[in-house]
């Protein structure tokens, strides 16, 4: 029973209310600009692309071989001579009736052809009776309209090809290259300011590993984070590392919330006394969301500082990667304006077992094996940095489910997060 004095426990809020709630809480940037298409790798389309041509832009064969008529073919004799040689760029005469132009791929097909034959299914006969490009033997039943690219197949004139809101990776920026796109209008790239929190926290260099004192260790978060930030297209302010205070503390989120859209912090928001980010936060601005019902990645945070969002990540470093991934991933991405934000799972088989149950949804680190399953990695804790270089992905477990061998399991890959 719960004493008079003390209030009983608020329970964790579940990872998909806890998204929700963030994605409900961003207004996506409006701000635009316009970049060159070799630049445009990671950033988000802020308006749709609409085509102004037709890709292909004609007929044109899709193999190295010959252009003739099908039913010269069907109809006629299987011998036929090479009227012309036609090469990419190059636009051929008109086919004349019971001949062939030899074609390479790319090619423009000369009007009159409806097909095109495959140099392997020919047999060049080049005996003298014929001009300079020869007779071919077609050796097989040619069909109407085989091995050609129709005109506008890939994209028709006046198609939108991408929404806005579209994320920009090397397919996406093939094809706006293919309809002459040379710049793209983007959303702006978030600002973050990123910092740390803790007097153990020491920077790489800063003191060899000989010299290390005791209790100190490298600040790993600040690398990985700034690197996941940068690759989620964001402008990352890095403020370092911040003293242990809660004056030092609020003063470098006062500063941070002036210059920026988002504040991202590592470390300090659980409840010690140490932890400074939670009454820091709370005495400048709102903390509308605390604790998230996940394993790694409890002690998350989300607030407001006057108009910049902060969001404050655990210190262990798994916990700090695999919220990031879970949760700031799709807040950063709708910030830009991507609506399909949330990651896939896909249904794989476990090779392991894995008994323990917890209140909690977890998230486990494992790979993908030959045998086409799942493989655990040797320790789950959330400071094994190891975890998350040798995993290629998690397996997403609701609260209190084993997993015994052979269990289908939900595995989302990490190449699905990128």
């Not at 034959?117 to 033997?137: F, K, S, W």
């Not at 920077?203 to 996941?228: C, E």
């Not at 799972?345 to 799942?374: M, Q, T, Y």
Request: charged fraction near 20%.
């Amino acid at each position: 029973m719960t004493s008079a004095t003390s209030a009983p426990r608020k329970p964790l809020l579940p990872l998909d209310e806890a998204v929700a709630q963030l994605l409900a809480a961003v207004a996506p940037l409006t701000a635009t600009e316009q970049v060159s298409t070799f630049d445009a790798d990671g950033r988000v389309l802020a308006c749709a692309v609409v085509s102004s041509l037709q890709v292909p832009a004609f007929d044109n064969s899709a193999m190295d071989g010959y252009a003739l008529r099908a039913e010269d073919v069907v109809l006629g004799s299987r011998e036929l001579p090479v009227a012309q040689r036609i090469a990419a760029g190059v636009v051929g005469d008109a086919l004349q009736a019971g001949t062939a132009a030899r074609i390479f791929t790319g090619a423009p097909l000369p009007s009159g052809a409806d097909a095109v034959v495959m140099q392997e299914d020919c047999t060049p006969l080049n005996d003298g009776r014929y001009g300079a490009h020869g007779c071919i033997r077609v050796n097989t039943t040619p069909l109407p309209g085989q091995h050609i690219r129709r005109a506008g197949e890939d994209v028709q004139h006046g198609q939108c090809v991408l929404p806005a809101g579209t994320r920009l990776g090397p397919a996406e920026l093939g094809l706006v290259a293919s309809i002459g796109m040379a710049q793209l209008d983007v959303v702006r790239k978030p600002r973050v300011a990123l910092f740390s929190t803790g007097d153990e926290l020491v920077m790489p260099g800063a003191v060899a590993p000989q010299d290390m004192p005791l209790g100190a260790i490298y600040n790993s978060n600040r690398f990985f984070l700034r690197a996941l930030l940068r690759r989620m297209g964001c402008e990352v302010a890095d403020l370092g590392i911040v003293p242990d205070t809660l004056s030092a503390t609020k003063a470098a989120l006062q500063g941070a919330a002036a210059q920026n859209d988002v504040i991202l912090t590592s470390g300090g928001v659980s409840v010690g006394e140490e932890d400074h980010v939670k009454p820091a936060v709370q005495s400048l601005g709102t903390l509308d969301l605390w604790q998230i019902g996940i394993k790694p990645g409890k002690p998350f945070a989300h607030g407001r500082i006057g108009a910049a969002h902060f969001i404050g990540l655990p210190g262990n470093p798994v916990s700090s990667y695999v919220t990031f991934w879970l949760l700031v991933r799709p807040f950063l991405l709708r910030l830009q304006g991507v609506q399909e934000v949330a990651p896939k799972s896909i249904a794989v088989r476990a090779d392991f077992d894995w008994p323990k149950v917890d209140k909690r949804r977890e998230f486990l680190r494992v790979r993908r094996n030959a045998h086409g399953g799942l493989d655990l990695f040797r320790s789950q804790s959330s400071g094994v940095l190891t975890s998350v270089v040798w995993a290629d992905g998690l397996v997403d477990v609701p609260p209190g489910q084993p997993i015994v061998y052979g269990q289908t399991v939900q595995y989302i890959p990490f190449s699905e997060l990128q």
